[in-house]
């Protein structure tokens, strides 16, 4: 190497050296952080679950009635009609639903019967062009009703032609 490269190389080498073991000798100070604020808009951090639809908690009250005896007017677990089944269930998730099916058809939120949901209701015409006829909506086309006279709560699948053909809408609470 040349003398001249010799000298630059210690003239930069040198101070840079030295910058470097003093910089990374020296104690640093204690950092403190303050606390960070969470916003509105930031997501939870919490672990709960969300709350059940009440179409949900009224499922599984459904579910405990089922084999209970239809009784016309029927509205508890001495016997039930259609209605009163609904109506019932759906007390279970602090819902207060109204007397008849027709009312009920009413009052509810209709949505597609392509996005029906268990909870979601599906009701019927059953003798003439009005709603007659409610049940709840579980899973694989099944649903849960109060059927008739000499039969108890149970489930009916809404692929046989009977029902299929007798649907008159899906609503939601």
Same mark, same amino acid.
């Given at each position: 190497?040349?003398?001249?490269?010799?000298?630059?190389?210690?003239?930069?080498?040198?101070?840079?050296?030295?910058?470097?073991?003093?910089?990374?000798?020296?104690?640093?100070?204690?950092?403190?952080?303050?606390?960070?604020?969470?916003?509105?808009?930031?997501?939870?951090?919490?672990?709960?679950?969300?709350?059940?639809?009440?179409?949900?908690?009224?499922?599984?009250?459904?579910?405990?009635?089922?084999?209970?005896?239809?009784?016309? /007017?029927?509205?508890?677990?001495?016997?039930?009609?259609?209605? /009163?089944?609904?109506?019932?269930?759906?007390? =279970?998730?602090?819902?207060?639903?109204?007397?008849?099916?027709?009312?009920?058809?009413?009052?509810?939120?209709?949505?597609?019967?392509?996005?029906?949901?268990?909870?979601?209701?599906?009701?019927?015409?059953?003798?003439?062009?009005?709603?007659? =006829?409610?049940?709840?909506?579980?899973?694989?086309?099944?649903?849960? =009703?109060?059927?008739?006279? /000499?039969?108890?709560?149970?489930?009916?699948?809404?692929?046989?032609?009977?029902?299929?053909?007798?649907?008159?809408?899906?609503?939601?609470?």
């Amino acid at each position: 190497m040349s003398v001249l490269i010799q000298k630059i190389v210690k003239w930069l080498v040198l101070p840079l050296s030295i910058t470097l073991f003093v910089a990374c000798a020296g104690t640093p100070e204690p950092t403190t952080y303050a606390p960070v604020k969470k916003t509105d808009s930031e997501p939870s951090s919490s672990t709960t679950t969300p709350a059940k639809s009440s179409g949900l908690i009224a499922l599984e009250a459904a579910r405990e009635m089922l084999g209970v005896a239809y009784r016309y /007017g029927g509205t508890d677990p001495q016997g039930f009609d259609c209605s /009163g089944l609904i109506q019932y269930s759906f007390s =279970h998730a602090d819902v207060k639903l109204p007397r008849t099916s027709q009312d009920i058809f009413r009052s509810s939120q209709l949505i597609s019967p392509k996005e029906i949901q268990p909870g979601d209701l599906v009701f019927f015409a059953i003798s003439k062009n009005k709603v007659s =006829h409610v049940g709840i909506y579980d899973v694989q086309n099944r649903f849960i =009703h109060a059927p008739s006279s /000499g039969k108890g709560v149970s489930y009916a699948d809404l692929g046989t032609p009977y029902w299929r053909q007798r649907l008159v809408g899906v609503g939601r609470f």
